[in-house]
Structure formats: C-alpha cells, structure tokens
C-alpha cells in the first residue's frame, strides 16, 4: 500500500449510520476485524481487547440492559425508551471491552491500545466496504453491559461500535491542522 492510499482510507473512515437493514454481516469479516484489532500495539502484552459481536434479537437483550440501568441512574424515560432499540439500526452492534489492568498504569495503557485496537478496526471495516459508527456506552450502563458479555469485573466498555453495509457514502471532513511543536 503506498502512503497515498493509507491517507484515502484513514480519510473515507467516517462516522455513520445510514446503513441497509436487510443485508447482514458475514460473521467471518467480523473475525477478520477483531483479528486485525488485536495487533495494536499493547505494553506489557496483556492482550486487554474483548470483543462482543450482537446481531439479531441479541441487540435487543442489549438494548434492554443498557436501558434498565439507565432507568436506575435516574436518566429521562426518552432516552431510555430510545435506548432499548436502538443496537437494532445496523445488522452487527460490536461492544469492545478493556480487561481490568493490575495496577493503575496497566489499566490506562490497556484502555489506550484498545482504543487503538478500534481505531484498526474501523479502518478496516471502510476498507472491506463496511459502514462504522463508535459510539460510547451509555453513562452508568458500563458494568451492566460488561456483565451482559460475561467480561470481568472493572472492563471497561471503550466502544460500542454499530457496523453494517452503508447506503450513503459521506464525503471526508477537513480538519483542523494537528498542534504540531518542533524541538531540535
Ligand atoms: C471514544 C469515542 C466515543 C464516541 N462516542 C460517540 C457517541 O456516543 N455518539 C456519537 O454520536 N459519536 C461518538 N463518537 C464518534 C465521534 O462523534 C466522531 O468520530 C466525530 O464526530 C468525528 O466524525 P468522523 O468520525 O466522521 O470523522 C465517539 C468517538 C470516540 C473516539
């Protein structure tokens, strides 16, 4: 791959939802990705990545979890009936966890190679043609969710990551330029 064709994908990687409700996920592209995830780079190689892939009624179970304790936080009864559906708007809802790291220190750079994990991920759905969409997990449902997945007590849910075929092709995004300071 040349550094031009790096730069079109890492560009045509765009957060996005529009995406055909009829055609499912081959489940061996969805292996495929999460493979791909797990070679980020990982300090002290605690291989922290845990992958939880929902397709049909499963995304409803999900929805319903991650509803209920935001009932319990006390959250608006829109959000939370909203909540219980809506894992069902693309074919595949990924939950990626974090496994608790020992100390403090294990468990920032476990956090930070998944994130990095997802990044990968999502380039490499874009480039196998998929539609992809990070979203966070909702604010008090992490321990539910994780629990839900049968994860460890302390993983942290880092992404929750909406993948289907898309049915629109948004256009890539300038940005601003990076912060970029020189020391020489
Ligand atoms: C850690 C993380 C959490 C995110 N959570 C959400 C979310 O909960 N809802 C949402 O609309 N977008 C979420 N996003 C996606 C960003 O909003 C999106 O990347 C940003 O708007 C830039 O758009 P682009 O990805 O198309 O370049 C999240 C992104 C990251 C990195």
Known sequence: MTFE?????VRARRT???????????IS???????????APNHQQTWPWLFGVFTGEARHGLGNVTADAMQRNGDTEMKVTKTRTKYMRSPVLLVVGTAPGE??????ENRDAVAAGVQTLLLGA???GLGSFWSSCPKGA???????CGWPQGTHITAM???????RTLPDRERPAPAITYFS
């Open 5 to 9: 064709e790096f730069s079109q994908l």
């Open 16 to 26: 996005q939802l529009v995406m055909d409700q009829e055609r499912g996920v081959d």
């Open 29 to 39: 592209l969805i292996n495929q990705l999460c493979t791909e995830a797990s070679y």
């Open 103 to 108: 100390t403090e220190l294990q468990q920032e």
């Open 126 to 128: 874009t480039a196998m």
């Open 142 to 148: 992490n321990d539910d969710v994780a629990k839900h």
């Open 161 to 167: 990551v909406y993948l289907g075929w898309p049915t």
